[in-house]
C-alpha cells in the first residue's frame, strides 16, 4: 500500500521520538544516581513527548491520506490500524500509550509508579516498532 505523507515532517517526529528514547534511556546512567523522582520526572517528560510525536505522525497521515478524522487522540490510532498504516496488536500499545500520555499530561489521575516503570523497562521498544513502521512506507530515497 502506499500512503501519502511529507518526508520531512516524518523525519523530524521519528527524530523527536529518538531524542526522548535516548534521553530515557540515559536516566538510569546517571553517576551518582538521580533521586527517584527526578528520574520519574525525567522519564514522564520524554515519554510525554515522544507519545505525543508518534500521535503528530497519526495525524499528519491521517491529513494527508484523508481518511476519517478522529475524536480522540486513541482513535487517531485506530484509524492507523483501520487503514492498514499500522498493525492491530501495535495499535493495541500505542492506545494503551496515548492513555498514559492523557493521564500524564491532564492529571486525570496519579501515575502509577509500577505503571511508569513497566513502561520505561518494557515498553520504549513500541514507540520505535510504531516510528520503524511509519518509515517503512516512505520510499527509500527519502528515509
Not at 1 to 18: E, H, I, Q
Not at 58 to 65: R, S
Not at 113 to 138: G, Y
Amino acid at each position: 500500500m502506499t500512503f501519502l505523507m511529507d518526508a520531512d515532517v516524518v523525519m523530524a517526529k521519528v527524530a523527536t521520538v529518538r531524542r526522548c528514547l535516548r534521553a530515557i534511556r540515559k536516566v538510569g546512567e546517571t553517576d551518582p544516581p538521580l533521586q527517584e523522582w527526578m528520574a520519574q520526572d525525567l522519564y514522564v517528560l520524554n515519554l510525554q513527548r515522544a507519545i505525543q510525536a508518534c500521535l503528530d505522525l497519526a495525524h499528519h497521515l491521517i491529513g494527508a491520506n484523508r481518511f476519517d478524522l478522529p475524536r480522540s487522540a486513541a482513535q487517531a490510532m485506530e484509524i492507523l490500524a483501520r487503514e492498514g498504516v499500522i498493525p492491530g496488536a501495535l495499535c493495541a500499545i500505542m492506545v494503551a500509550m496515548v492513555g498514559f500520555r492523557n493521564i500524564a499530561v491532564h492529571e486525570y489521575a496519579a501515575l502509577d509508579p509500577v505503571i511508569l516503570r513497566a513502561i520505561v523497562d518494557k515498553h520504549l521498544p513500541d514507540l520505535e516498532a510504531f516510528t520503524a513502521r511509519i518509515l517503512s512506507l516512505l520510499p527509500a530515497q527519502e528515509r
